[in-house]
């Protein structure tokens, strides 16, 4: 596999929040001892499985940050009391921190006003026709402050677009031309492929600007394990080059001492000549 990938800065200039820090403060810590934060059902299928493991890998591989980070695979989002969660099946959240004390129940799923904002990325991996991506949850994505909604359609349930990037506006979404995230300073490309022994064509992959893949700690591996044996050969190269060099050099010795044997052997100085 031949990837090659510039990993990308988000710096803390291109951070945008969906409500202040003060506001989410100011708002009391609602009763969530009823909740329903697990509900034990599977993710829909192996592709859904296996690019979200693609999408949360790549990025705590891959992405460089100055500010901390939390990307989740089908994890809820909780943005109103008494409301029922939305479950992405990838979420990306900027300047937030994964929470340590996973036995209190308000650290195992991502509460808004715990966490103090809005998750900048939701992604949804559609597997069936079913599941409202295209209808309710543009409202529901946009009452939870989510800045990017994104559709990954792989199989085209949906409609002819295989990936479809919304940006929050005021009162809604737009759906951009590309798929660069430029708030976050992260883009999203498709990406013919294989991972983890399975090739695919249709790869749902973070980039950088210049549409470098964020490679899997796999990748890297694999990456450098190529330039190791590149570096290899190179050296292998140049050392049969030097032992080449080296033979010549004997040759050309050997040469010019039969050469000068034959002048001294006729009554002639070489050193003379």
């Given at each position: 596999m031949?990837?090659?990938?510039?990993?990308?800065?988000?710096?803390?200039?291109?951070?945008?929040?969906?409500?202040?820090?003060?506001?989410?403060e100011?708002?009391?810590?609602?009763?969530?001892?009823?909740?329903?934060?697990?509900?034990?059902?599977?993710?829909?299928?192996?592709?859904?499985?296996?690019?979200?493991?693609?999408?949360?890998?790549?990025?705590?591989?891959?992405?460089?940050?100055?500010?901390?980070?939390?990307?989740?695979?089908?994890?809820?989002?909780?943005?109103?009391?008494?409301?029922?969660?939305?479950?992405?099946?990838?979420?990306?959240?900027?300047?937030?921190?994964?929470?340590?004390?996973?036995s209190?129940?308000?650290?195992?799923?991502?509460?808004?006003?715990?966490?103090?904002?809005?998750?900048?990325?939701?992604?949804?991996?559609?597997?069936?026709?079913?599941?409202?991506?295209?209808?309710?949850?543009?409202?529901?994505?946009?009452d939870?402050?989510?800045?990017?909604?994104?559709?990954?359609?792989?199989?085209?349930?949906?409609?002819?677009?295989?990936?479809?990037?919304?940006?929050?506006q005021?009162?809604?979404?737009q759906?951009?031309?590309?798929?660069?995230?430029?708030?976050?300073?992260?883009?999203?490309?498709?990406?013919?492929?294989?991972?983890?022994?399975?090739?695919?064509?249709?790869?749902l992959?973070?980039c950088?600007?210049?549409?470098?893949?964020?490679?899997?700690?796999?990748?890297?591996?694999?990456?450098?394990?190529?330039?190791?044996?590149?570096?290899?050969?190179r050296?292998?190269?140049e050392k049969?080059?030097?032992?080449t060099e080296?033979?010549?050099?004997?040759t050309?010795?050997?040469?010019?001492?039969?050469?000068?044997?034959?002048?001294r052997?006729?009554g002639?100085?070489?050193?003379?000549?």
């Amino acid at each position: 596999m031949n990837v090659t990938t510039t990993s990308p800065n988000i710096s803390s200039s291109s951070y945008l929040s969906s409500s202040s820090e003060t506001e989410w403060e100011l708002m009391p810590e609602p009763d969530i001892s009823e909740v329903v934060i697990e509900d034990e059902q599977p993710v829909d299928n192996l592709i859904s499985e296996k690019q979200q493991r693609l999408l949360t890998s790549s990025a705590y591989s891959s992405l460089n940050v100055e500010i901390p980070f939390l990307v989740t695979a089908n994890v809820g989002l909780f943005y109103a009391e008494k409301k029922p969660p939305l479950v992405p099946d990838v979420m990306l959240s900027l300047k937030v921190k994964c929470p340590e004390d996973w036995s209190q129940k308000k650290n195992r799923s991502y509460f808004t006003w715990n966490f103090g904002k809005s998750p900048e990325i939701a992604i949804e991996i559609v597997s069936n026709k079913v599941g409202n991506e295209l209808g309710s949850k543009f409202k529901n994505y946009l009452d939870a402050g989510v800045d990017y909604y994104v559709i990954f359609d792989p199989l085209k349930y949906l409609s002819k677009n295989v990936l479809q990037v919304y940006k929050k506006q005021v009162s809604s979404y737009q759906l951009q031309e590309d798929y660069w995230l430029e708030a976050v300073n992260l883009g999203l490309t498709l990406w013919s492929g294989e991972f983890e022994g399975q090739f695919y064509q249709q790869w749902l992959r973070w980039c950088d600007k210049s549409g470098n893949i964020l490679l899997t700690g796999d990748e890297k591996f694999e990456l450098e394990k190529q330039r190791a044996e590149t570096e290899k050969q190179r050296a292998e190269t140049e050392k049969q080059r030097a032992e080449t060099e080296k033979q010549r050099a004997e040759t050309e010795k050997q040469r010019a001492d039969h050469l000068a044997q034959i002048l001294r052997e006729q009554g002639i100085d070489p050193d003379l000549i």
